[in-house]
């Protein structure tokens, strides 16, 4: 952006350039700077929503942004904030439904990262720590049908009631931080919002 001062060099039109430039960098520049942020910020929110449609654990993350002062600077933080506490997924090991598993999962770090063979084709990585079947290429449990079932694994018999036999080779990492740090890290952006901001 250019900005155009005229004066003479005379004391008093100096002083008053000086005013002026001074208002510019303690009211105006800070304002549009905070405008620009935030902008850049709502580039990455809707690039990293894109990318979590359809995942399983879409709707236990919500991004949004918040301005964090740190002096004179004030910075945007994209966060996940709705119902990003973990996800117990509940599952049998038989049809019989004898045992009965369950586990702590961030949906964050999913959503992020994924598991099995989605996240790691080489060594199939387990989603839990301690995971014995780890190097399955699939694995397959029972479940009854509820708001934090797999949507990306397979049903492999429905036995009604919501019961049934699934089968999953992981989940798909969407990294929907990821893309939204490349949505406004890319130049074209940055420049497109520094225009309509700062004209």
Do not use: C
Not at 110 to 131: H, I, K, L, N, Y
Not at 141 to 164: L, Q
């Amino acid at each position: 952006m250019r900005r155009t001062y005229k004066s003479d060099l005379s004391h008093k039109q100096l002083s008053r350039l000086i005013s002026e430039l001074e208002r510019y960098r303690d009211q105006t520049l800070p304002s549009l700077v905070s405008e620009f942020v935030s902008r850049l910020a709502d580039e990455g929110i809707f690039a990293a929503q894109h990318r979590l449609q359809g995942s399983t654990y879409e709707p236990f993350i919500d991004f949004t942004k918040e301005f964090e002062e740190n002096g004179k600077k004030r910075t945007v933080v994209i966060v996940s904030a709705k119902k990003a506490e973990d996800v117990i997924r509940t599952w049998y090991t038989s049809k019989s439904m004898k045992k009965e598993k369950t586990r702590p999962v961030n949906p964050v770090l999913m959503a992020e990262f994924g598991s099995g063979q989605f996240a790691d084709p080489v060594s199939w990585r387990g989603t839990f720590p301690g995971q014995r079947n780890a190097g399955r290429s699939a694995w397959t449990w029972y479940e009854f049908e509820s708001d934090t079932s797999d949507t990306e694994a397979e049903v492999v018999e429905d036995f009604g009631g919501g019961f049934r036999k699934m089968r999953s080779r992981g989940t798909k990492p969407r990294a929907p931080m990821l893309w939204a740090t490349v949505a406004m890290e890319t130049h074209s952006t940055i420049r497109r919002i520094a225009q309509e901001v700062f004209g």
